[in-house]
Structure formats: structure tokens, C-alpha cells
């Protein structure tokens, strides 16, 4: 169970990304298959040219955040419907990518990596490791969070939320959204390059049906935890990646194979999706908001749209 | 304080769809200056605030805000000098968000967003100041979702949020259209307190006449795309929804006999 905890962990980050887009700007951005690659293998083929890997991993954050922002302008500057462009960025990238490798895979067995000391000290699938790993997704997360509650992080959310508000607010939605983009596929850019560091190769295909895993993080995160704060949000992300990569632990662990997966991954966000929308569980949400509504101090009549946590559920 | 001149818009030119929605405007407002506009549904009125506001480019024209032509200049950017509520009290809000967070958005309208804190004690302060002018008691549920408001409260916080770095002018898009008679009146009421207190200058779409003749210190009315009537103040406080009636069914008329005539 502890490589769950751990896998859980590291893919956090990149569900952290996802939160940002798919949640925080409404935008399903579907680079995150791409820019996931691009982090790994731009991080790999940096480790074996001898770069140290802070270095090399700072890059392939960097190498993702630009991927984002490629999407970004496809969609805003390009006026690309945010599926297609995420879409053709990320087929775009599979080329890329194996340009950045030169081939298939680039294994990194032998080479200093980030991990290199916890690995020497046989630490790396410990209770240590899992320690470690929890460190960097508390410190992602908390930038997370410290970001969203700036002038800008806020600017962000009402593109995301109502878009045409932002706007008469003088927001520019444009560069708020290339700037979330770009932040998220930073994050799963960041994520390629720890994964290939901890899986000790980067492959062209390691990032394929990734953004499932993404979704699947949020929503089941959402599910089990929903909150109006940033904080609660984010730490339901992460709760959610864990929660994610521990199924598909049991799976694996009850004898499906690992071709398995996609299809388990694709079944569990349509459960997370479906499942909340039910009857039972849409009484509760409701009890719960009425609740918490304000009472209208003006008139009488109900509150409209007493439930914004179910409505972000979807 | 706002000058147009020569406002056209047609949406989908040269198609079967063609519809020409303002064919040459020319308006003029003095600082200071409270318009209402009437007209009959479609005269081209929200298009006419849309293009002030630069949701919309005009085809051709010239859109100049205290001396500064802002023609070409996208929404966001005119946002420090336009403000505006809209009919849907919806519109005006980010729901999920909440009335601080809202209202820390207003706050930062002009200044651009940069990673300042949204929300510190200092700010917070002010928004309970301003809130508390709504008497609504907003003013202790700062940590309210406003997808939990009603759409009075909403409304109220639109037109606080609008006002609350202030802008050059002040569009209202039937901003009362959308509530019951007595939420229409308080509405209103901090309307027009919100406009003498900032001296603002600023244009009123409604479709109740009353609204209109006792709102403001000028009438516009509209129809099919163009200004057919403008009443300077000195008119305008002898005029009754009975004049503005006739005056209607006037124009309407007239436009009827014109195409007759074409026939
Ligand atoms: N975005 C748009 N696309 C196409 N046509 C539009 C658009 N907006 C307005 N129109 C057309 O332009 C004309 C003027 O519309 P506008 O909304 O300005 O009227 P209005 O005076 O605000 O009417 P109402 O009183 O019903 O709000 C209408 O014929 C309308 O169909
Ligand atoms: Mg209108």
C-alpha cells in the first residue's frame, strides 16, 4: 500500500494542474497527456547529458508550462475550441517528445537523480519516501493555495466562474486563462519529470490517458470532500489522487492486468460523475445548503442557486 | 463626458440574417449627466450599451470617454472607466465565489491584478463599510458564496461592485427588469444615491416609463436602431408616461406609413 500512498502523492501534483483548469478555469484541457511526456522526457534526456537533476527538473517544469501556454493562445488568440486545442497541442507534443528522447524510452538507471538518496540509502519506498513525497505535494499545494488567494488567483476564478463578470470587471479573461494554463501544465510537467526520476525511465507513452487520472482525482477528491475554501479544495485533490491510485492498487492487486487500468480509470470518473447526481445524495447536498443560506433580509421569497458545492460537483 | 459619434452596428452583414441594430448614433453626454432610454424591444438599446462598454466593436463611429478615444479598446481595458450592471442579476457575479472575494475583484478593477493578497484586514474593513450602506446586512457574511444570495442581494452587490472604484460612467442595462416591485424600488433608490454620491455620469435602459421620467435629468427613446427622441432636463420633469405613450405610438406609426409609402 505504500507505493500507492507514494504513486497517489507524486500524482497529486498532477492533479493539482488539472484542478486548475478543468476546475478553477472550466477549461478541460486535454494537453496534460502531452505536457506530462514533455516534463519526463525533457528531464530524462538533461539527467543522461549529466545536467544536475534540480536543473534538469526545473526544466521539464518549465518545458510543460510552456506546452500550456501553446494551448492557451491556440485558444484564446487562435479563438480554438478549449477541447481541440488542448487536443492538438498534445498530438503535436507525442512528436515532439520523441524528438526531445530520440527514441522510445530513455532509461535513467545508474544516474543521479532527485531520488538518487533516498534511493542509495534504500529508503525510497519507505515510510521515509512516502514522508518525502508528502513534503513536496504539501509545499505544491500550499503555493496552490497562497496563489489562488492572490489578486490574480482570484482574477483567475471569476474567468472561471463567470466569465463575462471578469471581463466587465476588468479582467483580461485571455491572459487569465493562457496564465492558468500555463501554471497547470507547469504542475504536470513538474509531475513527468518526478515519475520518470522515481520510475527510473521516461517513456512516450507514460502520459497516455493521464488526464482521466486527473479528473478522476478531482471529482472522487470533490466527492469525498466538498468545501468552499481554496484550501479544502486542494486538499481534496490530493485526497482524491491518493484515494485513485489505492483502487487501482486493489485492481491490480484482485488480477487485472495493467492494459486493465485505462478502462478502470475511465469506469471510476463516470461512477464520480454519476453518483453524486443521484436522488439520496442530492437531498443531502440540498439539506446541507439550505442550511448554510442566507436569509434575505429584503423579501421573502428562497434563495436561487442554493447549492454552488453540488453544482460544482459536475 | 461621452461622445458618439456616428454609431453603427449590423449583425451577420450580408446575409438573409442581416439585422442593422444602430444605424448612425450620435450622443452626447455632459459630466454629470443621468440618461434614461426607452424604447420598444429590439431598438437596439443593450447594443447601444454594449458598444459604450466594448463588449461589442461598432462598425463605424467613434466612441470617446472624457477626451479619450476608446473606440478599439477591448472590454477589460475600458473596465477602469465603464462600469455596468446588467438586467440578470446573474451577470454582475461570480457565484462560487464569495461577497468578499467578489468585491475584491471590484477592488482591484483599474489597478490591475498582481500577487497582492485579495483579501487583508484593511480591505475587509472597507467591504463592510461599503456593504453596510446597502443595509442589507451583507456587511456580516462576507464569507458568503454569492450563488447563495437573492437576486435583490445580488443585484445590490452588482451595482455596489460597479460603483466601487469609480468609474467615468455608469451603464444599467434594466437592472430592476428582473426583480419584484419592492426590490425594483430599493434598487433603484441605491441607483440613484450611488450616482449623486460619485457624481457620475450615466445612461439607464428601462422599459417603465415612471422609472424613466423619475430617474435621471434626461430621456432618450430609440427605436429600430436609431434616437428619435432626446428630452433635455428642463422638458423632461413635465412629461408624463401618458406623453411618452403617444409619442410611441407616434413614431411607430410614422415608420408604419413610411413603409406603406415604399409599398
Ligand atoms: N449578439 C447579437 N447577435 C445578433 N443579433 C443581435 C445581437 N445582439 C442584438 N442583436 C439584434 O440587434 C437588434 C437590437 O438588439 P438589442 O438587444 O440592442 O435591443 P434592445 O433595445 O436592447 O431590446 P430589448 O428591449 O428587447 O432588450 C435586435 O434585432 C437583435 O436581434
Ligand atoms: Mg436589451
Known amino acids: ?314 | 463626458m461621452l461622445r458618439l459619434t456616428g454609431i453603427r452596428k449590423v449583425f451577420y452583414p450580408h446575409s438573409v440574417n442581416e439585422r442593422v441594430a444602430l444605424r448612425s448614433i450620435d450622443l452626447h453626454l455632459a459630466p454629470g449627466d443621468f440618461v434614461t432610454v426607452i424604447g420598444s424591444n429590439g431598438a437596439g438599446k443593450s447594443t447601444l450599451l454594449n458598444v459604450i462598454s466594448g463588449r461589442i466593436l461598432a462598425d463605424a463611429g467613434d466612441v470617446v470617454i472624457d477626451g479619450q478615444s476608446v473606440t478599439r479598446m477591448p472590454e477589460y481595458r475600458r473596465a477602469r472607466m465603464v462600469a455596468r450592471v446588467f438586467q440578470d442579476p446573474m451577470a454582475g457575479t461570480a457565484p462560487h465565489l464569495t461577497i468578499e472575494e467578489n468585491l475584491s475583484i471590484a477592488h482591484a478593477r483599474g489597478r490591475g491584478s498582481g500577487l497582492r493578497r485579495a483579501i487583508t484586514r484593511a480591505k475587509r474593513a472597507r467591504f463592510r463599510e461599503e456593504l453596510a450602506t446597502l443595509e442589507l446586512g451583507l456587511e456580516d457574511r462576507l464569507g458568503t458564496p454569492v450563488g447563495m444570495l437573492s437576486g435583490g442581494q445580488r443585484q445590490a452587490l452588482s451595482l455596489l461592485m460597479a460603483t466601487y472604484v469609480q468609474p467615468k460612467i455608469l451603464l444599467l442595462d434594466e437592472h430592476t427588469a428582473a426583480l419584484d416591485p419592492s426590490r425594483a424600488a430599493l434598487i433603484s433608490r441605491l441607483t440613484t444615491v450611488a450616482i449623486e454620491r460619485n457624481h457620475l455620469t450615466a445612461l439607464m435602459v428601462t422599459h417603465n416609463m415612471s422609472q424613466a421620467l423619475a430617474m435621471g435629468n434626461r430621456l432618450v427613446m430609440m427605436h429600430d436602431g436609431a434616437i428619435v427622441l432626446d428630452v433635455p432636463a428642463a422638458e423632461k420633469d413635465r412629461l408624463t408616461p401618458q406623453h411618452l405613450l403617444d409619442e410611441f405610438a407616434r413614431i411607430k406609426g410614422a415608420a408604419f406609413s413610411d413603409r406603406t409609402l415604399l409599398d
Open chain 1, 1 to 314: 500500500m505504500i507505493i500507492a500512498l507514494q504513486l497517489g502523492l507524486l500524482y497529486a501534483v498532477m492533479a493539482l494542474g488539472v484542478y486548475l483548469t478543468y476546475r478553477v478555469l472550466d477549461f478541460p484541457d486535454l494537453t496534460v497527456d502531452g505536457s506530462f511526456t514533455t516534463g519526463a522526457s525533457v528531464t530524462s534526456v538533461l539527467i543522461v547529458g549529466g545536467q544536475s537533476p534540480l536543473l534538469a527538473t526545473v526544466a521539464g517544469l518549465l518545458a510543460g508550462a510552456v506546452a500550456g501556454c501553446v494551448t492557451g493562445l491556440l485558444h484564446t488568440a487562435g479563438r480554438i475550441n478549449p477541447l481541440l486545442a488542448g487536443i492538438l497541442t498534445q498530438i503535436a507534443l507525442y512528436s515532439i517528445n520523441l524528438r526531445i528522447m530520440g527514441k522510445a524510452n530513455v532509461p535513467l538507471l545508474g544516474q543521479t537523480t532527485l531520488l538518487s538518496p533516498l534511493r542509495d540509502s534504500g529508503q525510497l519506498t519507505t515510510w521515509v519516501g512516502v514522508g518525502v513525497f508528502a513534503g513536496v505535494v504539501l509545499a505544491v499545494g500550499l503555493v496552490t493555495v497562497w496563489f489562488l488567494g492572490t489578486d490574480m488567483g482570484v482574477a483567475l476564478r471569476a474567468t472561471g466562474d463567470n466569465e463575462a463578470m471578469a471581463s466587465s470587471q476588468g479582467v483580461s479573461v485571455d491572459r487569465a486563462k493562457v496564465l492558468g494554463l500555463t501554471i497547470s501544465n507547469a504542475l504536470v510537467g513538474l509531475c513527468g519529470a518526478l515519475v520518470a526520476q522515481f520510475a527510473g525511465f521516461a517513456d512516450i507513452s507514460m502520459g497516455i490517458g493521464l488526464i482521466v487520472a486527473g479528473l478522476a482525482s478531482v471529482i472522487i477528491g470533490q466527492a469525498l470532500l466538498s468545501g468552499r475554501t481554496v484550501w479544502v479544495a486542494v486538499v481534496a485533490v490530493v485526497l482524491g489522487s491518493i484515494v485513485y491510485r489505492g483502487v487501482i492498487q486493489i485492481a491490480l492487486g484482485v488480477g487485472l492486468n495493467p492494459n486493465d487500468m485505462k478502462l478502470i480509470s475511465a469506469v471510476l470518473v463516470v461512477v464520480a460523475l454519476v453518483l453524486p447526481r443521484t436522488a439520496p445524495l442530492r437531498q443531502w447536498r440540498r439539506l446541507r445548503a439550505s442550511r448554510v443560506a442566507v436569509p434575505d433580509l429584503t423579501e421573502t421569497d428562497a434563495p436561487e442557486a442554493a447549492a454552488p458545492t453540488g453544482e460544482a460537483a459536475r
